[in-house]
């Protein structure tokens, strides 16, 4: 099983990518949507949060309220540690058990290839966990443009977003392959078609026949 990591910035186009993967085969596991999992209504993770923020970031029917939270950890670093300490945890051990069911069924024949779409991956400091990391990254204009347009941000709201991230250098620095997200998205799934074709499922293929000779 080959083991990817696929980041980005908000806004660069990594959910594009994510997306065409899984088109071409990969197993996705989508660190966000298993956030927002780890801490629904009854689940050991929003009580976490109660207990270490209070009551006023649910809303009226006992779900989290998002906005509010992200208004109050992107302002405060400290707080988004805390909360990252809540929430990193149960995440993974999700994707854990999402990988493992997928390696069960691998053979030599037909590698598996696991893509953990994770936004903090560089933050969290998981890029040595992967046998790959992909990086996707778009102008910072364009971003600031997309999170207003698409998202309803303000232009300081998405500038205080990108800010709380890592930069692009600093994801640059642990990758091992970086698309540039600057042209149309037509030109983006093709270098995603490329990766694909050229890098990861050979290197999936390499893996599993090795593995496939340890175990014989």
């Known amino acids: ?11 660069a186009g990594k959910s594009a990518v994510a997306a065409r993967l899984v088109e071409l085969g ?3 596991v989508d660190a966000d949507a298993i956030a927002r999992r780890v801490v629904e209504p009854g689940t050991v993770g929003l009580d976490q949060i109660v207990e270490a923020f209070g009551p006023a970031l649910l809303d009226a029917e006992g779900r989290l309220d998002r906005p509010r939270l992200g ?5 405060d670093a400290e707080v988004r540690e805390r909360l990252n300490g809540i929430v990193h945890p149960l995440v993974r051990a999700e994707a854990a058990r999402i990988r493992e ?12 290839i696991v893509v953990q779409d994770i936004p903090l991956l560089v933050e969290t400091g998981q890029s040595g966990s992967f046998d790959l ?34 930069t ?24 995603v ?10 290197e999936a293929t390499r893996k599993a026949a090795s593995s496939a000779g340890e175990e014989a």
């Open 193 to 202: 078609d490329e990766l694909w074709n050229h890098r990861l499922q050979p």
């Open 71 to 75: 208004q109050l950890v992107f302002a």
């Open 101 to 112: 069911e997928a390696a069960a069924g691998e053979t030599a024949g037909h590698p598996v």
């Open 133 to 166: 990391v992909v990086t996707v990254q778009a102008p910072r204009p364009e971003r600031i443009r997309r999170m207003v347009a698409d998202r309803g941000m303000t232009e300081q709201e998405a500038a205080a977003r990108m800010a709380a991230q890592a």
């Open 168 to 191: 692009d250098a600093e994801r640059a620095a642990v990758s091992d392959v970086v698309l540039e997200n600057s042209g149309t998205p037509e030109e983006l799934l093709s270098s």
């Open 1 to 11: 099983m080959l083991d990817v990591g696929l980041t980005g910035g908000i806004a």
């Open 26 to 28: 990969a197993v996705l």
